[in-house]
């Protein structure tokens, strides 16, 4: 169970850089209007604030903690 809420909290922290860092993986196949231009980590995650709002840096949360757990519980 602790390894599950280790897992969990992991899922938890990592989110916001792990949303950034699929947004920069995928931004190549984007028309050039809706492209973030992130130059970094920080810049994604302070961007993603001033235009999306704060609690939008846990998109995708829920599946990215259950596999989490269930690795780390395993």
């Known amino acids: 169970m602790i390894s599950g ?3 969990f909290l992991g899922a938890f922290v990592s989110n916001p850089f792990e949303l950034v860092m699929v947004r920069q993986i995928y931004e190549g196949a984007l028309p050039s209007s809706q492209r ?6 920080l810049n994604g995650v ?3 604030i001033l235009t999306e709002g704060f609690p939008a840096l846990w998109k995708g949360f829920f599946p990215t903690a259950l596999k989490a757990i269930a690795l780390n519980a395993s």
Not at 36 to 41: E, H, L, P, S, T
Request: charged fraction near 15%; avoid cysteine.
């Open 36 to 41: 973030r231009n992130y130059k970094g980590a």
């Open 5 to 7: 809420f280790a897992g």
């Open 46 to 48: 302070g961007t993603t």
